[in-house]
């Protein structure tokens, strides 16, 4: 039986399977039919440590370095993909929130976040504006003392559930990002639902409406907000996708090998079939590649090398094709079975195709990638 990690503890990769098998795979398939994650997995998630992966220790974190985050993030996109995206969601609110919020945000946000009581939420999209954050239209005006906020935010993870969000929007023209509390006065949430896959993301449109928060609430310089503080952000989210789309693509792998060898047709297990082999063999290739460019962006992201941000591109964009090409194979292996609501192929091939498409779609980093690489 498995004994929970004290919240003190540093979660390991190990730690996190038991964990993942034992308290997220069960109740994957209702998560995903309820659209929800339930509140008191996100209490559990902190007893493990999951919810401070991003913070230092001073804080109440756990700061692990990026080999582990990233074998905790395929842990968890392994065992399923929502929960995996919504500590994303974490890691790209604390992550610059420790670097560029004030000492006063650190210490009433972080240990709240790390001990489950705070989940976090950060509002990039709008209904008009996707990738291209420069061109964000949510307005922002510093006045007698107060940051006030009109404009719309579209496709909010974790909207439904938040507790703070980290904002961004445009103040004379220039970034800024700011924390607004739920239940501030002009903060509307709008719950929104049938999202195709990560469906128990629990996304929401925001709309801020004369939305006044303290102009302590700004996190970082006016102007470092889309170039310093979004794009922070951002590139810590890519790797975790990255990381757990590995793993998406491992549990494909895992329930289609299964699935194969007690599946018999003319008188032999699939997977004794050769073309049935070749998608396995390409399964196979496609997540180990994908967890060695996970590892090779894991490791220049210790060091702190600015080579880091072009290879964490290229990982995030290979492995969350290789999810997508693992389901397609998963869900050709499964046949109509694999067709069938909850059965978890399906959902893999649902949630596979979300990876390509959040913290920048494959030709949103097809272009990144030839910019970086002077093409």
């Known amino acids: 039986m498995n004994t929970p990690l004290k919240a003190t503890a540093v979660p390991t990769a190990l730690a996190i399977r038991q964990f993942v098998d034992t308290h997220i795979l069960p109740q994957a398939a209702q998560m995903d039919q309820e659209q929800e994650i339930p509140r008191a997995l996100f209490t559990e998630m902190a007893a493990e440590g999951l919810t401070g992966l991003a913070i230092p220790e001073k804080y109440g974190g756990t700061a692990v370095d990026y080999a582990t985050l990233g074998a905790i993030h395929e842990e968890l ?25 004030s000492e006063a945000q650190k210490h009433k946000w972080l240990p709240a976040i790390a001990g489950g009581e705070v989940i976090p939420a950060i509002a990039i999209t709008e209904p008009m504006v996707g990738s291209d954050i420069a061109k964000l239209e949510t307005e922002a005006v510093q006045e007698d003392g107060q940051i006030i906020l009109n404009g ?10 938040a507790d703070v969000f980290l904002v961004f929007a445009r103040l004379n023209g220039r970034g800024v990002a700011v924390l607004v509390e739920r239940g501030t006065a002009g903060l509307q949430i709008n719950p929104m639902r049938g999202l195709m896959g990560l469906r128990a993301n629990m996304i929401a449109e925001l709309t801020f409406e004369h939305c006044s928060v303290p102009v302590e609430n700004l996190v970082g310089k006016i102007g ?16 975790t996708t990255a ?14 090998i299964h699935y194969a060898s007690e599946r018999v047709q003319f008188g032999e297990p699939l997977r004794k079939h050769q073309l049935v ?74 949630d596979a195709k979300i990876m390509e498409i959040i913290e920048g779609t494959s030709q949103m980093h097809e272009l990144q990638i030839a910019r970086n690489f002077r093409l």
């Open 152 to 161: 719309r935010k579209k496709y909010i993870t974790l909207g439904q559930i």
């Open 277 to 350: 082999q070749k998608m396995l063999s390409e399964m196979i290739t496609g997540s180990k590649a994908a967890r060695e460019l996970c590892a090779a962006a894991g490791r220049l992201r210790e060091q702190g090398d600015p080579a880091a941000i072009t290879e964490t591109l290229v990982a995030k964009y290979h492995a969350s094709k290789a999810a997508v090409h693992a389901a397609d194979h998963a869900l050709q292996i499964h046949g109509a079975s694999g067709c069938m609501s909850g059965c978890p192929v399906e959902r893999f091939y649902r």
């Open 224 to 239: 470092f907000g889309f170039t310093h503080v979004a794009n922070y952000a951002l590139d810590e989210g890519r790797y």
């Open 243 to 256: 990381c757990g789309s590995v793993g998406l693509a491992q549990a494909c792998l895992e329930q289609s």
């Open 77 to 101: 996109g392994r065992g399923y993909a929502s929960v995996q995206n919504a500590c994303t969601v974490f890691g790209m609110v604390c992550k610059p929130l420790a670097r560029f919020g």
